[in-house]
Structure formats: structure tokens, C-alpha cells
């Protein structure tokens, strides 16, 4: 495979994930393919070297590509070189690409429940466990989510979550007292972490920080530790604060133009919701929590240095997770969620559940895929989903 830019790949049927999906969806009389497939695209913000790319999208689609219920290809464009972070809902809905990849806190208005899911970070200690909660809770407890997407034109076609949070300075920080006064990246809930701390909550998408360190105006970002490969904050920020601090949810890893979505044969459809799950999972634990152990693990070779500081930390994050139950649902509401208490009352009561499905799966991608999409996305009815 070539460079991502030019990659042209397909999605694929995954004959051995389908059997979920509606009898009507696979009855359906096949509609002969084209002689010269069409090219889609599909614009993501983030940097080529994001491992979202070649641990998730690209081998799933790899694989998918000779899927004959499938008859156009996907031309990856990646870096914002097409869409930037803020405006990815808005290029999938007005068709600038045909796919996009969105964070929600960038959407607040047009996307209120969704996020609501991703500001609820501190919830849920297992990554896999809290992904399928908020999954579960989204496509079949909550059809306002989906219509945020569909009303903005746009269907999510796959979400996920991103790995767990840390900290990482320009300059080393050993305890709570130490963030006084320092810039933090640090975008919704987080915000509310960062006052905690003594610090000043900055919002930027993270692409930007590494010119934003070196001109002086950020000094610390909390995010996955992927982002220090992926966009260069390895020699920027190498101070590691290595205390887990929580982990967003709701991530729109594949959204979808509508009317491109409703102009797909229902057999299309079907073959697409098949592999969501496993595109949610392999986006989940091979671009996010891999790539942080993996980091961590090359510690030395790289010059980090991670610490985890004398107590405080933990101490911080404890007392913000007891508090964000209440914050969230008062933020949710304020922007015009009308039943966020049952939102979160409905991810919280599913975690269980999702907890004894993870520990037959732990972080094997292929495990965890099979149960989002046995549990998730096998019952999304491709007759009527994203239709309306």
C-alpha cells in the first residue's frame, strides 16, 4: 500500500459478523456493480502518522475492499488537508467528503447528546467496558443521538472511544501544586479538571499544540499518549504525568454524508453496519491504548519522563469523578438535554454488564469487536437506519 493520501480502498462484507443483521437486508436481490467502481472520500484532521490510520481504518478497509455488496472505494485524505477538527461535521453534511471523522466537543450545539457522552470522562476505569456501555446506550436507548447526525444530515456509522488520558508538560510536573498557572490543552470536562488544578483550561484542537508550546501560550496538554508520536510532542512535551485521568467517549470514527448513505442498496447497507463493530474496536485498542503502553514502554529510548508524581493526582482525580456525575448532567441540560440524568443513568447501568463481557474478551480487538457487533450493531435494522 502506498502512501495513505492515495490510498483506494473498499469496504467488505465480514461474512462471519453478518449473521446479526435483518433477514430482509440479506434477501435483498443483488445490484450489479459498475464497471469503474466510484471513489469516496473520507477527510479526518488528524496528522498522517495518527495511528488511527494504519491500526484501524487502513486494515479494516484493506480487508473489506473485494466486498461485492460494495461498489465504490474510499481515498483517504488525513491532516486537514480537506477537513480541519472543527469543521468535519459540517464537510460530511454539506458533502465536502463523503466521510468524516468527528469529536463532538467541536459540535456542542448541533450534536448536544452525543456530547454528552464524550464529556462524561471520568466514568468507566475499563476502556472497553465503558466503550460498549456508551455504544449500547447510543444506538438503541437513545434516538435523539442519532438524530443530532441525521438531522445535520450525517449518519454515524461508527464511534468509539479514545485511550486513557494523561498529562503531559513542557516542563516536569511532580504534584498538583506544580500545574498553578500553567496553560493546559484541555477541552470540556477537562476544563473543569484543569480549575481544579490551579491551571487555565485552553481549547484548541490538538494539532495545534506543539506550535502553541513553542510560542510560550500552552505549557501542558492532558490527552492520549498516541497524540506525542502522531503530532510531534515527544520532544515538546516530553514531562509525563502517568496517571490515568479519564478517557472520552462518542468519537464519530466514520460519519457519513445521508444522502450518500440513503443512496446505497439496503445489501450496502447491511455490509457496512457489519463491521463497525470491529472498526470500533481495533480504533479503540489499536490506535489509542496500544500505542500508549507501547510509548511508555520506550520511556527512555525517546527521552521521556514519566512520573507519577507524590499522591496528588490520584487524590484530584478521585474527587473530580465523584463530582462529575452531577456536572455533567447540569452541563448536558444547560445545552438543552432534556433527559440527561436518564442518559447517564442508562450508561451507568449498562457498565456492568459490558464489564463481564470484557473480561472474556480483554483487549483482544478481534473479541471485542465480535461483542460490540453482536451486541451493538448487528441490531441496527439497515432498512431504517440513518433513513429517516
Given at each position: 500500500m502506498s502512501t495513505r493520501e492515495e490510498n483506494m480502498l473498499g469496504f467488505a462484507t465480514g461474512r462471519r459478523l453478518r449473521a446479526g443483521l435483518s433477514a430482509a437486508a440479506l434477501s435483498v436481490?443483488?445490484?450489479?456493480?459498475?464497471?469503474?467502481?466510484?471513489?469516496?472520500?473520507?477527510g479526518a484532521y488528524m496528522a498522517p502518522k495518527h495511528p488511527f490510520y494504519d491500526r484501524a481504518l487502513e486494515p479494516l478497509l484493506e480487508d473489506l475492499k473485494a466486498d461485492p455488496d460494495i461498489d465504490f472505494k474510499v481515498r483517504v485524505i488525513p491532516g486537514g488537508q480537506l477537513l480541519g477538527a472543527r469543521e468535519s461535521l459540517e464537510g460530511a453534511k454539506n458533502r465536502l467528503a463523503d466521510f468524516s471523522f468527528v469529536?463532538?466537543?467541536?459540535?456542542?450545539?448541533?450534536?448536544p447528546e452525543i456530547n454528552l457522552f464524550f464529556q462524561f470522562i471520568a466514568f468507566g476505569d475499563n476502556v472497553v467496558a465503558g466503550t460498549g456501555a456508551v455504544l449500547e446506550a447510543m444506538y438503541l436507548h437513545c434516538p435523539q443521538c442519532l438524530s443530532n447526525y441525521t438531522d445535520n444530515n450525517t449518519v454515524p456509522l461508527a464511534t468509539g472511544s479514545g485511550g486513557q488520558y494523561r498529562m503531559f508538560c513542557k516542563?516536569?510536573?511532580?504534584?498538583?501544586?506544580?500545574?498553578?498557572?500553567?496553560?493546559?490543552?484541555?477541552?470540556?470536562?477537562?476544563?473543569?479538571?484543569?480549575?481544579?488544578?490551579?491551571?487555565?483550561?485552553?481549547?484548541?484542537?490538538?494539532?495545534?499544540?506543539?506550535?502553541?508550546?513553542?510560542?510560550?501560550?500552552l505549557?501542558?496538554?492532558?490527552?492520549?499518549?498516541?497524540?506525542?508520536?502522531?503530532?510531534?510532542?515527544?520532544?515538546?512535551?516530553?514531562?509525563?504525568?502517568?496517571?490515568?485521568?479519564?478517557?472520552?467517549?462518542?468519537?464519530?470514527?466514520?460519519?457519513?454524508?445521508?444522502?450518500?448513505?440513503?443512496?446505497?442498496?439496503?445489501?450496502?447497507?447491511?455490509?457496512?453496519?457489519?463491521?463497525?463493530?470491529?472498526?470500533?474496536?481495533?480504533?479503540?485498542?489499536?490506535?489509542?491504548?496500544?500505542?500508549?503502553?507501547?510509548?511508555?514502554?520506550?520511556?527512555?529510548?525517546?527521552?521521556?519522563?514519566?512520573?507519577?508524581?507524590?499522591?496528588?493526582?490520584?487524590?484530584?482525580?478521585?474527587?473530580?469523578?465523584?463530582?462529575?456525575?452531577a456536572e455533567v448532567i447540569a452541563a448536558a441540560e444547560a445545552s438543552g438535554v432534556k433527559n440527561a440524568a436518564q442518559l447517564v443513568e442508562t450508561v451507568m447501568n449498562l457498565y456492568p454488564?459490558?464489564?463481564?463481557?470484557?473480561?472474556?474478551?480483554?483487549?483482544?480487538?478481534?473479541k471485542v469487536g465480535e461483542a460490540y457487533t453482536r451486541e451493538v450493531y448487528s441490531k441496527l435494522d439497515p432498512d431504517t437506519f440513518g433513513m429517516n
Open positions: 436481490t443483488c445490484v450489479a456493480a459498475p464497471a469503474v467502481a466510484e471513489t469516496m472520500t473520507f469529536v463532538p466537543v467541536y459540535n456542542r450545539t448541533e450534536l516542563d516536569p510536573a511532580n504534584s498538583v501544586a506544580d500545574l498553578k498557572g500553567r496553560k493546559i490543552r484541555a477541552v470540556g470536562a477537562l476544563a473543569r479538571l484543569v480549575n481544579m488544578m490551579g491551571g487555565t483550561p485552553i481549547n484548541m484542537p490538538a494539532n495545534e499544540g506543539v506550535s502553541a508550546i513553542q510560542r510560550g501560550t505549557d501542558c496538554l492532558i490527552g492520549p499518549l498516541a497524540w506525542m508520536t502522531s503530532y510531534g510532542y515527544v520532544d515538546t512535551a516530553p514531562n509525563i504525568v502517568n496517571v490515568p485521568m479519564g478517557y472520552v467517549k462518542g468519537l464519530g470514527l466514520v460519519v457519513m454524508n445521508k444522502d450518500r448513505w440513503q443512496g446505497l442498496s439496503t445489501e450496502a447497507r447491511a455490509a457496512m453496519l457489519s463491521h463497525m463493530g470491529e472498526l470500533s474496536a481495533r480504533s479503540t485498542i489499536d490506535a489509542y491504548l496500544k500505542p500508549d503502553e507501547e510509548l511508555l514502554s520506550q520511556a527512555d529510548e525517546l527521552g521521556l519522563k514519566p512520573t507519577k508524581g507524590d499522591g496528588s493526582f490520584e487524590e484530584l482525580f478521585k474527587a473530580f469523578g465523584e463530582a462529575e456525575v454488564k459490558w464489564l463481564e463481557i470484557a473480561e472474556t474478551t480483554g483487549n483482544d480487538p478481534q
